[in-house]
């Protein structure tokens, strides 16, 4: 079930409502008891996975992967390594 918005257009009393998805919009502000109750736009909570085995990275696009790749700093190759001891 979903959590709702709502706030008093008269009072302003804001505050959540947990209902049914099918139940009807409340017009009546438990706070002041005006008929002034409006339920507010949110932008959702989204999925939330709960467990083992959801990660963010799980379902990366393809390209995101190559850009991520390209990225990431190469590691010193063992010809490099051998340049910097003998500058010293």
């Known amino acids: 079930m979903p959590t709702y918005d709502y706030e008093c257009g008269d009072c302003g009393h804001a505050f959540e409502l947990f209902q049914n998805i099918n139940d009807s919009v409340k ?3 438990p706070a002041c008891k005006k008929m002034k109750l409006q339920r507010l736009f949110g932008g959702g909570a989204g999925f939330l ?4 085995g ?3 990275t799980d379902y ?5 992967k190559s850009g991520a790749s390209k990225d990431k700093p190469s590691s010193p190759s063992k010809t490099d390594s051998k340049k ?3 500058d010293q």
């Open 49 to 52: 996975f709960k467990g083992t």
């Open 60 to 64: 990366r696009s393809e390209s995101y």
């Open 84 to 86: 910097k001891g003998s």
């Open 54 to 56: 959801f990660y963010t």
């Open 27 to 29: 017009k009546k502000c």
